[in-house]
């Protein structure tokens, strides 16, 4: 089970961080995934992370933005997301797979346990 938390109002160009929490240790054998659903949209990969390893995969749009951390032994995995656009906001879910995608490029459907989301709102 995953929980995510800190979403919010943002204006553009701010910042705002994202937590996902995980049972106990477990994330530390995980790869753990951002993937974000604006309204009409479909979900979409934004980055995930290597419990193991903390190798990052970041998708185009949110590199040199956004930057995704875990610490071993920590149950949590952030997401410090900077200079906010418009099209940032939507739902922020996080999710785990035991596989590392290989580019940056991944799908909702390789990944298995979900949480519940936080919303992101970026508007003046």
């Known amino acids: 089970h995953l929980t995510e938390s800190g979403g919010g109002l943002v204006q553009p160009g701010g910042p705002l961080r994202l937590s996902c929490v995980g049972p106990?240790?477990?994330?530390?054998?995980?790869?753990i995934s951002w993937f974000r659903q604006a309204p009409g949209k479909e979900r979409e990969a934004v980055s995930c992370?290597?419990?193991?390893?903390?190798?990052?995969r970041y998708v185009n749009s949110v590199k040199g933005r956004f930057t995704i951390s875990k610490t071993i032994g920590d149950n949590t995995v952030y997401l410090q997301m900077d200079s906010l656009r418009p099209e940032d906001a939507g739902i922020y879910y996080c999710?785990?797979?035991?596989?590392?995608?290989?580019?940056?490029?991944?799908?909702?459907?390789?990944?298995?346990?979900w949480g519940q989301g936080t919303q992101v709102t970026v508007s003046s």
């Open positions: 992370i290597s419990g193991r390893s903390g190798t990052t």
């Open positions: 106990g240790s477990s994330l530390d054998s995980l790869v």
């Open positions: 999710a785990t797979s035991y596989y590392l995608p290989l580019n940056d490029i991944w799908y909702e459907g390789d990944f298995d346990t």
